[in-house]
């Protein structure tokens, strides 16, 4: 399965009462991200390699939000405004070492 399809498959049987649920979900979901990503990076690989791989889950993950408002899932600007990438490159150190594969 496809990162994107896992991503949506996590998300419509998760069980949402209440803020904290939102919360736990997008954290479960950038948990599935780096499981998704880390084993693939290597201490061999170029700074370009690895920003390849960022830029699929990247990818990925606006798929996945592309298809929650697509389907009108009723949290699904949620999703967006708390985007993996953003999260991801909000980081200082983890931004300079993907912008150096730039």
């Known amino acids: 399965m496809f ?3 896992t991503l949506y498959q996590h998300t419509i049987e998760r069980q949402i009462n209440d803020p904290s649920d939102l919360k ?3 954290n479960e979901l950038f948990r599935i991200c780096e499981a998704n990503f880390k084993p693939l990076l ?3 690989m170029t700074y370009r390699e690895g920003s390849v791989i960022l830029d699929r889950v990247f990818l990925s993950w606006d798929l996945f939000v ?8 009723f949290l699904a600007d ?8 953003s999260n991801y490159l909000g980081n200082e150190k983890l931004n300079e070492i993907y912008l150096k594969g730039k």
């Open 78 to 85: 949620m999703i967006e405004k708390y985007s993996y990438k």
């Open 3 to 5: 990162l994107d399809d």
């Open 42 to 44: 290597t201490p061999d």
């Open 24 to 26: 736990d979900l997008i």
């Open 66 to 73: 592309k298809r929650l408002k697509k389907e009108k899932w």
